[in-house]
């Protein structure tokens, strides 16, 4: 299999070289070059979620692992997610459907795809021998997800950058209480979008990017999309290979990527909808046809509050059919503060993506209309998720809802909609008594490149 960039300017990789390096040195995203068609679709149900997951990624792996390292990666990644069913499915009203997705130890839908990729590159390493400086921005769930995933792990250190001040209790002490020395918390002055746009910076110095072997973990590796394309697959068996429509809480665009992708790959996904908050870039993106950038408007769903959606760049390739200098001249435009989707473009986007934007009172009300319905206690991404699949429901038309977080993770939010806190899993009881460990750094890409040259420990 092989990987082009969005923006058609970097050498074509293998999934290995892909996964490795995360964004491609033209600062595109990489794609596979075509989409594989999944067969036997009808005798998915019933199998383990590791199996699903060996039948969904085989293809995209190529030949950068055998089948029996890959069986073992899934193995061990999965066996950290304490639930027998992995991705449960549970009714929430006739014909609309909860997908849990924080089973996992940092308790967010992230670990799904973390814990995988950091087997896989743990397998690579150890084959090549090969270290590398994984360096990751974070609204709060990926940075717990990869600190989780990759602390001890050997040929690896791990940066992760967070906006100081804007992340829960619970997701600032998942990523500063690891004794492991090879991961490091960084608490950046400013938003996500900061901290984002210096990762940037740093796969964009190429010198910089070559001496500490850098690689990102974030949305835009494209293993971590793939991982997520597995439970649009478990779910849809267990509903019966119908077709079915999925609402998503969407920040930078990768949870919902993957089920376009699943989609491709044959599954009978009818819609897929983009639940947004206050920061709703996407929805009007969508509705509007103009993809502006503004001011992020802090919420109580904070793994959503960003403005430049990352993967939604994956999403406008596939749009315009590959059409790589296009999508230069977008990325272009957005630099100066936003583009004009083309018409054709957009209605192609139209015909797939729905959308909807959720009010901070909204998804309080959510939190608490379901509670009193099923007893169910929703995240407040969740919520924005439920709050847009409530308005999309149609009669015979099954809708799976993404639970992208569990509720402990957010208790100041959940406590406000219904006045309890939910309990944190048995298995993180003691998280509020670890010692934290992070250091605090301006918004400057100088700043953090002398900071990774420092502490390295490899
Ligand atoms: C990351 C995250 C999201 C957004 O997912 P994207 O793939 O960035 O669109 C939504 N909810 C929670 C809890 C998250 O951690």
Wanted: one cysteine or more; glycine letters at 8%.
């Amino acid at each position: 299999m092989r990987y082009v960039s969005t923006r058609g300017q970097a050498p074509v990789l293998d999934f290995e070289q892909a996964m490795l390096s995360g964004l491609a040195r033209d600062g595109g995203l990489y794609l596979p070059e075509t989409i594989p068609v999944i067969e036997g679709l009808d005798r998915l149900d019933g199998l383990p979620y590791e199996e699903v997951a060996f039948r969904v990624i085989r293809p995209f792996t190529g030949d950068s692992f055998t089948d029996a390292e890959l069986r073992g990666a899934v193995e061990r990644a999965y066996a950290r997610i304490a639930h027998d069913a992995r991705a449960p499915l549970v009714q929430l009203a006739p014909g609309h459907h909860l997908l849990e997705l924080f089973h996992g130890p940092t308790l967010a839908f992230k670990d799904f795809a973390m814990q995988l990729i950091a087997q896989l590159f743990q397998i690579a390493l150890t084959r090549s021998g090969d270290r590398v400086t994984i360096v990751g921005a974070t609204s709060g769930d990926t940075g717990s997800a990869a600190i989780e995933a990759f602390r001890g792990i050997d040929n690896v250190d791990v940066f992760i950058m967070y906006p100081h001040g804007r992340v829960s209790e619970v997701q600032r002490r998942q990523m500063t209480t690891p004794p492991a020395a090879n991961v490091h918390a960084l608490a950046v002055t400013g938003h996500f979008d900061d901290c984002q746009a210096r990762l940037k910076d740093l796969f964009n110095d190429h010198a910089f990017r070559d001496t500490v072997g850098l690689a990102g973990v974030n949305s835009i590796n494209w293993a971590r999309v793939m991982a997520q394309i597995v439970y649009y697959f478990t779910a849809t068996a267990s509903l019966g290979m119908r077709p079915t429509d999925f609402c998503v809480p969407t920040g930078n665009f990768g949870d919902i990527l993957a089920g376009s992708i699943a989609r491709r790959m044959g599954l009978p996904i009818r819609r897929l909808i983009v639940a947004t908050n206050q920061n709703d870039i996407l929805y009007r993106a969508l509705t509007q046809g103009e993809y502006r950038t503004g001011e992020v408007e802090p919420s109580i769903s904070p793994s959503m509050d960003i403005q430049v959606s990352s993967n939604f760049e994956r999403a406008l390739y596939l749009a315009y059919g590959g059409d790589a200098g296009a999508i230069r001249q977008l990325m272009d435009e957005l630099k100066a503060g936003g583009f004009t989707i083309s018409q054709g473009a957009l209605q192609t986007l139209r015909e797939e993506y729905a959308s909807g934007r959720v009010s901070e009172d909204e998804t309080l009300e959510t939190i608490r209309s379901v509670r009193a319905r099923t007893g169910e206690i929703l995240c407040p991404h969740s919520a924005v998720g439920v709050a847009v699949a409530e308005r999309h429901l149609e009669p015979g038309v099954p809708m799976v809802t993404l639970a992208t977080a569990h509720p402990a993770k957010f208790p100041d939010a959940v406590e406000r909609a219904i006045g309890l806190r939910p309990a944190l899993p048995p298995h993180m009881a003691d998280l509020f008594d670890l010692p934290e460990r992070m250091t605090r750094i301006e918004n400057d890409a100088e700043a953090l490149k002398s900071l990774i040259l420092d502490r390295r420990t490899i």
